[in-house]
């Protein structure tokens, strides 16, 4: 009698393990495909020739497909693509928030997501190799861009009034950085890859964040590179550099330098260099780091009539760390939080927004032509 009892529990047990694993086969089937995310569905696209496709998913995102170029679709001149976006995209700014610009795409056009304000992140595939004038310039809500490992030159305001780029990193293929790529950004540290040949003007301009910058290598720079960059704390050159040039850290009057409590600014000015403009350091006061018998020893012990500067004699560059230098370990970009200039009206071009305001501060005899005469970039 027990061992019959005890073939029937087994039994019984046996019979409810099989129903378990049997509910077990249909029941994860179905919950899977509950829990699945259905497809984004399109609600705008289009072609742009040449084998460019674009569109634009419910999910909010833009994605541009294809194999090829990606075709300009304006004038060329910057004052343009900072005012209007011509690409079909454009009427769609509240239907953005990401932009994904696939492998295969050889480029980002000029003015492409110009004005897109409502964008947040940018996913460049690893085929593009240039980003053109106004890429991404006005995207106000900006914070996350990935940039391929293959690109080699970054356009003129590329990324102009991105207030709230905080994730970017400049890849070591990068060799040319166009006039106020990031004017405006809110950079905090940053590397100059070993790559970068050419910083033109005014490229990390009114940078009001940034306070430590390494260059990798040496990379000629245009005048007024960190311009009014009012925190810069510490910049370290490499061997190459030959010269730093007209207002490359100017800071305007009334402007407060630091925390206010006086410059901190310190800077390493290697061998190489041999010149250094008089209006190099206007309105600021910088320990100059160097060689003796360098120029910067020179610059700092005859002064200029625009001021005078502290000269610290090193011996090689490992002292630099003792004296306070910080290296960043990577590029990056945190929160801008300084209030953006007034728009100057809808013919404005960025020439225009920066040279008026140095023309309002410095020298009224300057040659007007040091500044450029606004218009195309």
């Not at 099989?18 to 509950?34: R, Y």
């Not at 609600?43 to 541009?64: F, M, P, R, V, Y």
């Not at 679709?73 to 953005?96: A, C, K």
């Not at 070993?194 to 290598?217: G, I, M, P, R």
Request: hydrophobic share 40%; with cysteine.
């Amino acid at each position: 009698m027990k061992k019959m009892q005890l073939i029937f529990g087994k039994t019984v047990m046996i019979s409810i393990v099989l129903m378990l694993m049997a509910l077990s086969v249909m029941i994860v089937p179905a919950f899977a495909k509950t829990e699945s995310k259905s497809e984004a569905k399109v609600i705008a696209e289009g072609d742009l020739g040449s084998g460019i496709h674009w569109q634009i998913s419910d999910d909010q995102a833009l994605t541009i497909s294809g194999k090829g170029e990606m075709p300009d679709s304006g004038s060329g001149n910057i004052s343009e693509y900072i005012e209007t976006n011509s690409f079909p995209w454009g009427t769609y700014v509240q239907d953005i928030r990401s932009v994904v610009v696939e492998d295969g795409i050889e480029n980002v056009a000029d003015g492409a997501f110009n004005g897109l304000n409502q964008v947040e992140s940018a996913d460049i595939g690893n085929s593009v190799k240039t980003l053109g004038k106004c890429a991404f310039s006005n995207c106000y809500a900006l914070s996350s861009v990935k940039l391929p490992d293959g690109l080699t030159d970054i356009g003129a305001s590329a990324f102009y009034r991105c207030h709230k780029l905080s994730d970017v990193n400049l890849p070591s293929s990068l060799t040319d950085i166009g006039r106020a790529a990031f004017y405006q950004c809110g950079m905090k540290s940053l590397i100059i890859p070993q790559s970068v040949t050419t910083l033109a003007d005014w490229t990390f301009s009114d940078c009001y964040q940034l306070k430590n910058v390494v260059f990798s290598e040496g990379a000629e720079m245009g005048q007024g590179v960190f311009f009014d960059c009012t925190k810069l704390e510490s910049v370290v050159f490499h061997e190459g550099v030959e010269s730093i040039p007209d207002y490359a850290f100017r800071v305007k009057p009334g402007y407060t330098i630091g925390d206010g409590s006086g410059d901190s600014l310190k800077i390493f000015i290697p061998k190489s260099v041999t010149t250094i403009s008089s209006s190099a350091f206007l309105g600021r006061s910088p320990v100059l780091f160097g060689y003796s018998g360098s120029a910067a020893e020179t610059f700092a012990s005859t002064g200029s009539a625009e001021g005078t500067y502290t000269f610290q004699a090193i011996k090689d560059e490992s002292e630099l760390k003792k004296a306070g230098f910080a290296v960043p370990s990577q590029a990056t970009l945190y929160l801008y939080s300084h209030p953006a200039p007034a728009s100057t009206g809808e013919n404005s071009s960025l020439d225009d927004v920066i040279v008026r305001g140095l023309r309002a501060v410095l020298k009224p005899e300057a040659d007007k032509d040091t500044f450029g005469s606004g218009g195309e970039v």
